[in-house]
């Protein structure tokens, strides 16, 4: 198989009562999820998609949603997966950004399209049944029912082969817009085939999808899972901010996979009883998308003994691309653990500013070549091709054992619970707002911050973050704010970020600063 569209067909035949997907009150069979998957390309092509065509996926994660996903690319199209928390401004860049042809949308998201004026999708595909509100024309929205009426046979297959673009996950840009990153079937499966192989994934498993469809983690929980006929259990939104949640959601439904950011793991432990009820079933842990700070790490693993705990790392661009199994508690007295070897048929390069390699115990920057890489990037209607080998910008050293070794980020990326989060995209957010001089955002203790200098005496820190929160989804808004009457400088005359940040990080009380 080489093709993402292809995974679900085999076992639908073989175990057509299996349960593919479980999620809420819902529950979809191999064989259901496969012909829902046919119903809806066949409702996306009778609307005219095209090869190639980008449909949205606006809903909260759902067997109905990964069903949508599935026919977008059984249509030969690509899928786009769009943040329900995002605000509809932002949603409204992207959906202009990638053409969206359709959608598949909840209906109380729609309504917010239409509030906010969103256009440019030929066709709505609402997901529950609701009077839908005026769009303008020539938009056509289509009752859920008209879907699940449809063919359930296999459409005619997409011509398109594994190179073609299968998915575009937009990630937060550099220049405070939205930026798309397209993975085509061959780079997905490269990884998602690697993670079950490393784990001896089977339909006997139980993997708990825990991260959102448009975050890269989510690729493993869908395409590892159903390549092999595992059950995909789904964490709702709601269980993911708490702890206890999670917790009973792993009892409760035997999950024996999990993969998600370190943030979920010490959520659980810290107010979920993770540690006092334990979780006898998981067998597995990957976790990846930010540090895992070794003291929660070896409380962790303390906690479920039985379970093989691994590191997977890689920015969007290139999904995973190196790994590390861990053989045991790292020691108490480690201050970081390894990100691993080159994974999933990558080759890792250490290069140094003049692109030459580095020799072990340097720092260089870590560039990818090999199948997980991205296609490129899609900008406005223009593809631009992945560089290759492709610079991730992460700064990694090898020690003499082989084992790669994270020191931080070239530029001034941050990863905020997971989620990649660019200061240039929230700087624009906050200075755009008529009361802000200059500002800068860093992160503190896995929380965004944003220092501010006002352009007047009238500006508040709450109409601040209100004025964030219509541009940026929620994970992006700075959660402490400080203004201050000015800046240090560099001799160049820049912003001293460096004196900046510690100097508002150790305040306490001070006059200007809120």
């Not at 998915?167 to 990884?191: C, D, E, N, Q």
Request: net charge neutral.
């Amino acid at each position: 198989m080489n093709r993402l569209d292809q995974l679900v067909g085999p076992w639908a035949e073989r175990d057509p009562r299996r349960a593919a997907v479980v999620g809420g009150d819902e529950t979809l069979t191999f064989q259901e999820l496969d012909q829902l998957a046919n119903r809806f390309a066949r409702a996306f092509l009778r609307g005219g998609l095209q090869p190639g065509d980008r449909v949205g996926i606006h809903l909260p994660r759902s067997g109905r949603g990964l069903a949508a996903i599935l026919g977008a690319l059984r249509a030969g199209g690509a899928y786009v997966p769009l943040d329900p928390s995002s605000p509809p401004a932002r949603v409204g860049l992207i959906a202009k950004d990638c053409a969206l042809r359709q959608v598949v949308i909840s209906p109380a998201l729609l309504a917010q399209w239409a509030a906010a004026g969103v256009t440019g999708p030929e066709h709505y595909y609402l997901s529950q049944p609701a009077s839908a509100p005026a769009l303008p024309a020539p938009s056509l929205v289509h009752a859920f029912e008209e879907v699940l009426g449809g063919d359930p046979s296999p459409p005619p297959a997409p011509a398109g082969g594994p190179d073609e673009l299968a998915y575009i996950l937009y990630t937060s840009g550099s220049t405070g817009t939205p930026k798309g990153v397209m993975h085509s079937h061959r780079s997905a499966l490269a990884f998602t085939e690697w993670a079950a192989d490393c784990i001896q994934l089977s339909p006997a498993d139980r993997v708990a999808s825990v991260a959102p469809f448009h975050f890269d983690l989510s690729t493993f929980d869908l395409w590892s899972s159903l390549s092999r006929g595992a059950t995909v259990v789904i964490v709702d939104e709601g269980m993911v901010v708490s702890g206890r949640a999670m917790v009973d959601r792993i009892r409760s439904q035997g999950i024996t996979v999990w993969y998600s950011v370190p943030s979920a793991i010490v959520l659980m432990m810290e107010n979920g009883g993770l540690e006092e009820l334990g979780l006898p079933t998981l067998r597995v842990v990957y976790f990846a998308g930010e540090v895992f700070p070794v003291k929660h790490l070896r409380r962790a693993m303390a906690a479920i003994p039985q379970a093989r705990f691994h590191n997977l790392f890689g920015p969007t661009e290139t999904n995973v691309c190196t790994a590390y199994a861990l053989p045991g508690p790292p020691p108490a007295e480690a201050t970081a653990i390894p990100i691993g070897t080159a994974s999933c048929g990558d080759v890792a390069l250490l290069l140094d500013e003049a692109g030459k390699p580095v020799r072990d115990g340097e720092v260089g920057e870590l560039f990818i070549e090999g199948p997980t890489v991205m296609l490129g990037y899609w900008d406005g209607g223009r593809r631009t091709p992945a560089r290759h080998p492709y610079p991730t910008g992460d700064l990694v050293s090898r020690r003499a054992d082989g084992q790669l070794m994270y020191h931080g980020r070239r530029d001034h990326m941050l990863k905020i619970h997971g989620f990649r989060v660019e200061p240039g995209e929230v700087e624009a957010a906050v200075l755009s707002h008529p009361g802000v001089r200059e500002a800068i955002v860093f992160a503190h203790e896995q929380q965004l911050w944003s220092v501010v200098v006002p352009a007047g005496p009238e500006l508040s820190v709450m109409d601040l973050k209100r004025h964030c929160a219509a541009r940026l989804p929620r994970y992006m808004i700075p959660g402490t704010i400080r203004l201050v009457e000015d800046f240090p400088r560099t001799s160049s005359g820049k912003i001293d970020r460096i004196r900046t940040r510690a100097a508002v990080t150790t305040a306490s009380g001070t006059s200007g600063v809120q």
